[in-house]
Each structure stands twice: as structure tokens, then as C-alpha cells.
């Protein structure tokens, strides 16, 4: 599986391979930068939120769900990108 691109994962966390270049690996650009863009805007808002009045408990918790959610993904596509910047480097 050399090469093959991981691609994000899905709802059921499964690893997925795909051939780089093609269409499902634009596809997989795609989703990618949709995966940072939602973790810019959760971050936004969770920041006019901490600026804001008092939270309760719940919007507190909605909060950090939303949150960890967002850094988890962020997280996975940086190893996803640094893979295909180490085979990158191997060539």
C-alpha cells in the first residue's frame, strides 16, 4: 500500500486508501480543508462565547465537545499531510 494516499477517515474512523492524483484524491483535498475551515469557524465561535456572558453547564460542555471534535480532525489531517510530505521526500 505504499502507493496509496490514506485518506480521512469516515464516520466508522476506518482507514481509507486511495490512489493519488486521481479524482477521489481531490476529492480527499477537499475534505481535508473543509476539516480545517470548520475547526476555524468552531473556533470563532467558541472564542465570542468565552468573551461573552457566563456560560452554563451545557453550553459549556456543547462547547468543548464541538471542540475536541475539531482539534481531533485537525490533527489527523496533519499526520495525513506529513505522510505525503515524508513519501514525498523518499522519491
Same mark, same amino acid.
Given at each position: 500500500? &505504499? ?12 482507514? /481509507? ?6 479524482? +477521489? #484524491?481531490?476529492? &480527499?483535498?477537499?475534505?481535508?480543508? =473543509? ?5 476555524? +469557524?468552531?473556533?470563532?465561535? !467558541? ?17 468543548? =465537545?464541538?471542540? +475536541? ?7 489527523? !489531517? #496533519? ?7 515524508? /513519501? /514525498?521526500?523518499?522519491?
Amino acid at each position: 500500500m &505504499s502507493d496509496l494516499r490514506r485518506m480521512p477517515p469516515g464516520t466508522d474512523g476506518k482507514a /481509507a486508501y486511495c490512489q493519488p492524483g486521481g479524482m +477521489v #484524491a481531490e476529492l &480527499s483535498d477537499t475534505i481535508e480543508n =473543509q476539516l480545517i475551515e470548520s475547526g476555524a +469557524v468552531v473556533l470563532g465561535l !467558541v472564542r465570542a462565547m468565552l468573551d461573552g456572558p457566563q456560560l452554563t453547564a451545557d453550553e459549556a460542555w456543547f462547547m468543548l =465537545q464541538r471542540t +475536541v471534535e475539531c482539534l481531533r480532525d485537525a490533527l489527523n !489531517v #496533519a499526520e495525513l499531510r506529513g505522510e505525503r510530505l515524508a /513519501a /514525498a521526500a523518499d522519491d
